[in-house]
Structure formats: C-alpha cells, structure tokens
C-alpha cells in the first residue's frame, strides 16, 4: 500500500496549476491499480451484488412471485422488488466496507504523514479514493443491473430520474458517514470494525435481511432517517412504488452536508 508515496507531485508554480488535473488521473490510476490487487476487495465490491442478486433470482422459490399481495408490489416480481435493495447494498459495501479500512491502513502505515512532507497534498490521495470507489460502485450496480435484466426479467425503474438522483444522493450520504469513520479511525483494525457495524445496521435498515414493506411501521419510520435505509426507500419509490421520495431525499442531503464538513474538520493525518 506505501507505493502511492511514489505519485508523481505537482510542481510549483504556474505549471504546477497547469499539471494537477494530471497530477490528480495519475494517483488515482496508482490508486486504482492498488485496489484491483485485493481479490477479496474486487469480489465484494464489484461482483457481490450481481451474485447476490443473480443468486437470489435463479435459486429463490418466491423470486417470480407478487412482491406483495396489494399495487403497487402485487404488479412486480419479488426479486423486482429486492433489486433496490441490492443496489443500497452496494452503495454501503463500498462506503463502508472499503474505503475506510483503506484510509485506516494508510494513517496506521505512515502514508498519509509521509505525503505531507512531499509536495502532493495528502488531499489528492483522499479524492483519488473516492474516484475509485465510486467508480468501482457504478461498475457494480450496472454488471448487477444487466445481469438481472437479462437473467431475471427484472423490470427497469418506472421512474429512472428519480431513481438516479436516489442513488446518487444515497452514495453521496453513505460516503460521508463512511468519511467520517475514515477520518476518526486510527488504524485498519479500528476502520474495519467501525465500518462492519455501520454496514451490518445499514443493512437491516435498508431491507436486506427482511424486505421494508413487510417490517412494522416504526422499523420502516427509522429507517427512512437513515443513510442507507432513506437510500433503499428512495429508490423503491422511483422503481416501482410512483411516489416522490421527497422525505429521503432530504434526509440524505441533511445526512451530507453536515457529516462532510465534520468529517473534513476531524480527519486526522496521522
């Protein structure tokens, strides 16, 4: 992982302005590079959600039964139905999962204090991060997308506007709360554990261990104030239930704008 000490830095100056989008693509590719080498990091963050969702599909009894016994659910498939929730899956798998144990084992190895003697802000490793993991999150959600497209009959989004800016809101939320866990953790072990319980109470939150429309009435009111839940239901909304999820889509603008800025003040570079 030390081998982002050897990005190239940008130079003084006016051409050093002129080089840092330059500056910027080459960490990030270094960035990239680094994360293709960790198979289990590949698998979980690119393959686990069209797995999961291919799975479910083809071995599932109920997969082609009502999602529901009323419309809008009775209208779709269950495995219809579980496909936001898979996408909400791997919104929080890359936020949570994944970014910060990286930055973890970056502050625990030295990197980030390194960077700090070196010309390259330690800033541009942190939005190189970020490029890759959401890079990596929208590769994971289109192989997910196709494959249940084409396997499972899944049906597309009755709503794709709001469906997409559901999506894009919900990385948006997830990653900061995921920044925020990156910014407090001292070392991998303290990211790892932070982020599995934040991701184990996302999921149950965002209907993955039991569908939201089956789960009592206050279970589905506090997950509509959580980043991954307010996700998973903002999507189910644009997908196939003809609503506007204006309640969490401002829950996850709220979420947002005050975790960046308190991620921002606390990060620690050591």
Do not use: C
Not at 96 to 106: D, I, V
């Amino acid at each position: 992982m030390t081998a982002t000490t050897t990005h190239p830095a940008p130079t003084p100056g006016p051409s050093g302005v002129a080089q840092r989008p330059r500056v910027l693509a080459a960490v990030t590719v270094a960035e990239a590079r680094l994360y293709l080498r960790e198979p289990a990091a590949v698998f979980f963050g690119l393959f686990f959600p069209a797995v999961l969702l291919l799975a479910l599909g083809l071995l599932m009894p109920w997969a082609k039964e009502p999602f529901g016994e009323a419309p809008p659910l009775s209208e779709i498939t269950s495995i219809t139905g579980f496909t936001p929730v898979i996408l909400a899956l791997a919104i929080g798998t890359v936020a949570y999962t994944t970014f910060p144990p990286t930055m973890g084992t970056y502050r625990e190895k030295g990197v980030l204090r390194r960077l700090s003697t070196t010309p390259l802000p330690p800033s541009r490793l942190i939005v190189a991060q970020l490029l890759v993991n959401l890079g990596m999150l929208v590769a994971a959600s289109g192989l997910a997308l196709v494959g249940a497209a084409v396997a499972l009959g899944v049906t597309m989004p009755a709503d794709p506007l709001h469906t997409v800016l559901a999506f894009v809101l919900g990385a948006a939320a997830n990653m900061a709360l995921g920044a925020l866990i990156a910014a407090l953790a001292p070392n991998q072990g303290a990211a790892t554990g932070a982020g599995m319980l934040a991701y184990m109470t996302s999921l149950f939150f965002a209907g993955v261990w039991f569908p939201l429309p089956l789960m009592p009435e206050v279970v589905q009111t506090i997950s509509r104030y959580t980043p991954l839940g307010a996700a998973s239901q903002a999507l189910a909304a644009g997908w196939y239930e003809g609503r506007f999820p204006g309640v969490e889509l401002l829950v996850m603008v709220a979420w947002s704008v005050v975790l960046v800025p308190f991620a921002a003040r606390l990060f620690r570079w050591t």
